[in-house]
């Protein structure tokens, strides 16, 4: 395959990356991106994928074929979206797959985009050399994976990961993502911790637009914020413990925008994760990743040369 190059994309709820990388060592382009412009729907997203698509095949005859990380519950075998968020309207049943090969004559290989960021970082990230990975994406939700000797765990409905949807008891009452309460996510998250801090804030307490916000606002020494952090992060932790009690994975991989957060998260996560983590799995190491945005590129462009 010497010469041989792989579009690799990375379909999110607010953008939309991609990037050529030669298929013998996986060494990216620059990353481009644009706005996935989510709201206009499911049928005018893929519309403007292939037309990327269309272009990019059209300008590199060297093109061995498309991997794609794609939000969205993901069927790898057909790269269906089985279902969704209203986050996009109707990309639930897009015969995503499908459509990306006969817009550019290519093989496709299509899987969710969480997936393919833990095997990025399991191959090629933070978990290389590791048996077991336990990857987890703490941003604005919580998504991961288990990649168990370098597989990924998809499930039996493709559902695998979803680890932002195991129960804590500082959740009750309030509603996660998925419709369902009590789930950390609806803490733990970017989204889920600016939302906790509002419906806890009393009298003279801002309103937060967004986890930096409230990042600002614990920085600036404001008690309840430091606090909603501390707690929020305990509770990540605890959870982290659960997994890995019942996982025993060899790493923790943890990436996205709340580990920005600083040493006050850092520590409060390793706090909870020791008050819960049985003896033989105490010392299981959490690290932060290493690729960043370009571990789902990296993970899509895997799996594709898995599938040839």
Known sequence: MTGAQILAIDIGGTKIGWSLTDADNLAFDSVQTMATNARAGGPTVAKR??????????????????????????DPATGRIVSA?????????????????????????????????????????????????????????????????GQIDFGEHFLAGHFGHI??????????????????????????????????????????????????????GHELAQRVFTESAFALGETIATLT??????????????????????????????ARAMDPVAGTPIVLGELGSSAPLMGAAINFLRNQ
């Open 85 to 149: 968020t209203n986050t996009m309207p109707q990309w639930a049943g897009t015969e995503l797959g499908k459509i990306i090969a006969r817009a550019s004559g290519l093989p496709v290989h299509v899987i969710n985009d969480v997936h393919a960021h833990g095997l990025g970082e399991a191959m090629r990230g933070a978990g290389r050399g590791a048996n077991t990975v336990l990857s987890l994406a703490v941003g604005t939700g919580i998504g991961g994976a288990l990649i168990r000797g």
């Open 245 to 274: 009690n019942s996982i025993d994975p060899s790493v923790v991989v943890l990436s996205g925008s709340m580990t920005r957060s600083g040493e006050r998260w850092w520590q409060a996560l390793r706090e909870g994760y020791a």
């Open 49 to 74: 994928l292939a037309d990327l698509v269309k272009e990019v095949a059209a300008n590199h005859s060297s093109l061995l074929g498309i991997g794609i990380a794609s939000a969205g519950v993901v």
């Open 167 to 220: 129960h804590h008891c500082l959740a009750d009452g309030l509603v996660c993502s998925c419709q369902r309460t009590g789930h950390i996510e609806a803490i733990a998250s970017g989204h889920g911790i600016t939302n906790w801090f509002n419906e806890r804030r009393e009298f003279g307490d801002p309103r937060v637009a967004n986890g930096k916000e409230l990042q600002d606002l614990a920085d600036s």
